[in-house]
């Protein structure tokens, strides 16, 4: 029935696109109201680009029509946009958008096809919210390899706390890089038994001091689910008195 009366309701290209640049309303929230209601009577296989936005929040509500009919190729051309703000509105659907985005390519390709059109801080963002979308070991280590040998260590890094425990190991115990106090703890708390060969690896790069200082959030998280580790660690840093133990 509702699939019926769906039907009924579709509206045509021309109805649409009259109707979207009409929509009415004293304020913005009350246009994007009357957006939604006419997404409700819209066919999602209107093509969309046929919108010739007239101003800011028109192209505001386009993006936002890309979103709601989840279109990806749509959706991966305005992440080329370097638009930050429309960028981020589709980052901030990483929930569904990371999964629809790998049904429409692999992982190279999102290193060779995707990554070299868009900007360095593009770059990051996405791959900060796919280190934690990824849940597999295995598609994080490819995905790590991929970027590594494309752009290098400094990128590929932060993809490690979706990455394999053996490969965050090597990585911190080979190479000079920085891990934020988020990054380790996801690592900690996804991977507890290599916390402290972790731990130990940093101190070749950074002072005991620094690691307490900069790292205390993952001190308060070990004090809370291992004391047995938290007081091997403790008589290395002594971390009483920043935690105020």
């Given at each position: 029935?509702?699939?019926?009366?769906?039907?009924?309701?579709?509206?045509?290209v021309?109805?649409?696109?009259?109707?979207?640049?009409?929509?009415?309303?004293?304020?913005?929230?009350?246009?994007?109201?009357?957006?939604?209601?006419?997404?409700?009577?819209?066919?999602?296989?209107?093509?969309?680009?046929?919108?010739?936005?007239?101003?800011?929040?028109?192209?505001?509500?386009?993006?936002?029509?890309f979103?709601?009919?989840?279109?990806?190729?749509?959706?991966?051309?305005i992440?080329?946009?370097?638009?930050?703000?429309?960028?981020?509105?589709?980052?901030?659907?990483?929930?569904?958008?990371?999964?629809e985005?790998?049904?429409?390519?692999?992982?190279?390709?999102?290193?060779?096809?995707?990554?070299?059109?868009?900007?360095?801080?593009?770059?990051?963002?996405?791959?900060?919210?796919?280190?934690?979308?990824?849940?597999?070991?295995?598609?994080?280590?490819?995905?790590?390899?991929?970027?590594?040998?494309?752009?290098?260590?400094?990128?590929?890094?932060?993809?490690?706390?979706?990455?394999?425990?053996?490969?965050?190991?090597?990585?911190v115990?080979?190479?000079?890089i920085?891990?934020?106090?988020?990054?380790?703890?996801?690592?900690?708390?996804?991977?507890?038994?290599?916390?402290?060969?972790?731990?130990?690896?940093?101190?070749?790069?950074?002072?005991?001091?620094?690691i307490?200082?900069?790292?205390?959030?993952?001190?308060?998280?070990?004090?809370?689910?291992?004391?047995?580790?938290?007081?091997?660690?403790?008589?290395?840093?002594?971390?009483?008195?920043?935690?105020?133990?």
């Amino acid at each position: 029935y509702k699939r019926t009366l769906d039907n009924k309701m579709a509206i045509s290209v021309e109805e649409f696109l009259t109707s979207f640049h009409s929509l009415t309303g004293t304020t913005i929230g009350e246009r994007r109201k009357n957006l939604h209601f006419l997404l409700r009577r819209t066919n999602g296989n209107i093509d969309f680009n046929l919108i010739q936005p007239k101003t800011p929040l028109e192209e505001n509500f386009k993006v936002q029509i890309f979103l709601h009919f989840k279109k990806i190729p749509d959706l991966i051309d305005i992440l080329k946009s370097e638009n930050p703000i429309f960028i981020q509105k589709i980052l901030n659907e990483s929930s569904w958008f990371l999964s629809e985005l790998f049904k429409h390519l692999t992982f190279e390709d999102l290193v060779e096809k995707i990554f070299p059109h868009v900007s360095f801080n593009t770059k990051v963002k996405l791959i900060n919210k796919l280190s934690v979308h990824i849940k597999s070991a295995q598609d994080g280590d490819q995905l790590f390899y991929a970027i590594q040998k494309r752009y290098g260590n400094y990128l590929a890094t932060k993809l490690l706390p979706c990455c394999s425990a053996d490969l965050i190991l090597q990585c911190v115990k080979n190479l000079k890089i920085e891990i934020t106090s988020r990054q380790l703890l996801i690592i900690v708390k996804k991977y507890p038994h290599i916390t402290e060969d972790v731990l130990d690896s940093l101190k070749y790069f950074a002072s005991k001091e620094v690691i307490l200082g900069k790292y205390n959030v993952v001190f308060c998280h070990i004090l809370k689910t291992d004391i047995v580790l938290f007081h091997k660690l403790n008589q290395v840093y002594d971390s009483r008195p920043r935690l105020g133990w």
